[in-house]
């Protein structure tokens, strides 16, 4: 019965990241018409970590920010960065279901960075599944027989979306939910400081209000997913993160009219079912 009720709260959780992500993604379509990506990028980890100051604020008692893992977190810092980076660059060009559904590639490489970091040995139906998820891929995007530069962008930032939630679910062993976050938010604000310098643009009153609500909901959405993740295994929730791309349908229908064609749909159940598959028969395959 408990581990029934972490696993349904732990779904829950995930329900919820996902919809952080795709109001941030929408979010960041719109902002990134009129501001470079770098700047959006600053702005989703600096507003991210002034959101998070208040819950440090209302703890009751002290909490340690120190960490014996530093490594992990800048593991998880980096990889993470990175996946923005892509994510945002995609978002800014595709439509906003394409972009999320590029992002949740992650499965799909998730099998094949265990298999080449750790050294596991991968059943042949996990490699079946993932050549499914990639012919998924395939119809996503070169529908018209090419490739856009910023589909592979989406491609990229879901491998490094696939490093970065292996790295989160290791952290959540050890790691309470708000050091996670404060750490990958204070890198993340760190990191993408430099280009500022040479791609500035002052947003005006009302874009500051949009990048604000970005940095609220990115903020939300990493500790719902963190959560989520130390609350039951990525293999039995896995489905629930592929919401994303309905919530990301719905705002690109509603705000810019983008409608989703048969070829999207197929592809897109190719690889919601692969990534899904491959988690589970990978999990399936090790000891608990």
Same mark, same amino acid.
């Given at each position: 019965m408990f581990y029934r009720q972490n696993f349904l709260l732990g779904a829950l959780l995930i329900l919820l990241s996902e919809l952080c992500f795709a109001s941030m993604g929408a979010l960041v379509k719109h902002v990134t018409r009129d501001l470079p990506v770098t700047e959006v990028a600053f702005m989703r980890g600096l507003f991210g970590l002034l959101m998070l100051l208040p819950v440090l604020a209302r !703890?009751?008692? *002290?909490?340690? @920010?120190?960490?014996?893992?530093?490594? =992990?977190?800048?593991?998880?810092?980096?990889?993470? &960065?990175?996946?923005?980076?892509?994510?945002?660059?995609?978002?800014?060009?595709?439509?906003?279901?394409?972009?999320?559904?590029?992002?949740?590639?992650?499965?799909?490489?998730?099998?094949?960075?265990?298999?080449?970091?750790?050294?596991?040995?991968?059943?042949?139906?996990?490699?079946?599944?993932?050549?499914?998820?990639?012919?998924?891929?395939?119809?996503?995007?070169?529908?018209?027989? !090419?490739?856009? *530069?910023?589909? @592979?962008?989406?491609?990229?930032?879901? =491998?490094?979306?696939?490093?970065?939630?292996?790295? &989160?679910?290791?952290?959540a062993r050890s790691e309470p939910t708000v050091r996670i976050v404060f750490w990958f938010s204070t890198g993340m604000t760190v990191a993408t400081l430099p280009p500022l310098f040479w791609t500035w643009q002052t947003p005006s009153p009302m874009q500051w209000l949009w990048l604000a609500l970005m940095g609220l909901v990115g903020m939300l959405g990493q500790m719902l997913l963190t959560r989520g993740y130390g609350l039951a295994p990525a293999s039995r929730i896995a489905p629930f993160t592929y919401a994303s791309v309905v919530f990301g349908a719905l705002y690109g229908w509603l705000f810019w009219g983008e409608v989703l064609d048969a070829v999207f749909v197929v592809g897109a159940l190719l690889i919601g079912l692969a990534g899904v598959l491959a988690l589970r028969l990978r999990t399936e395959a090790q000891p608990a």
């Amino acid at each position: 019965m408990f581990y029934r009720q972490n696993f349904l709260l732990g779904a829950l959780l995930i329900l919820l990241s996902e919809l952080c992500f795709a109001s941030m993604g929408a979010l960041v379509k719109h902002v990134t018409r009129d501001l470079p990506v770098t700047e959006v990028a600053f702005m989703r980890g600096l507003f991210g970590l002034l959101m998070l100051l208040p819950v440090l604020a209302r !703890r009751r008692g *002290p909490l340690s @920010l120190g960490t014996t893992v530093p490594h =992990l977190h800048l593991l998880r810092t980096t990889l993470g &960065v990175s996946a923005l980076y892509c994510f945002f660059y995609a978002l800014s060009v595709l439509p906003l279901a394409d972009g999320m559904l590029l992002k949740m590639t992650s499965p799909l490489f998730m099998p094949l960075i265990a298999a080449w970091w750790l050294g596991e040995r991968l059943r042949p139906a996990v490699w079946l599944a993932v050549g499914i998820g990639f012919a998924g891929v395939a119809l996503v995007v070169q529908p018209e027989g !090419r490739i856009a *530069p910023a589909a @592979l962008a989406g491609l990229a930032g879901g =491998l490094f979306a696939a490093g970065a939630k292996v790295t &989160v679910r290791r952290l959540a062993r050890s790691e309470p939910t708000v050091r996670i976050v404060f750490w990958f938010s204070t890198g993340m604000t760190v990191a993408t400081l430099p280009p500022l310098f040479w791609t500035w643009q002052t947003p005006s009153p009302m874009q500051w209000l949009w990048l604000a609500l970005m940095g609220l909901v990115g903020m939300l959405g990493q500790m719902l997913l963190t959560r989520g993740y130390g609350l039951a295994p990525a293999s039995r929730i896995a489905p629930f993160t592929y919401a994303s791309v309905v919530f990301g349908a719905l705002y690109g229908w509603l705000f810019w009219g983008e409608v989703l064609d048969a070829v999207f749909v197929v592809g897109a159940l190719l690889i919601g079912l692969a990534g899904v598959l491959a988690l589970r028969l990978r999990t399936e395959a090790q000891p608990a």
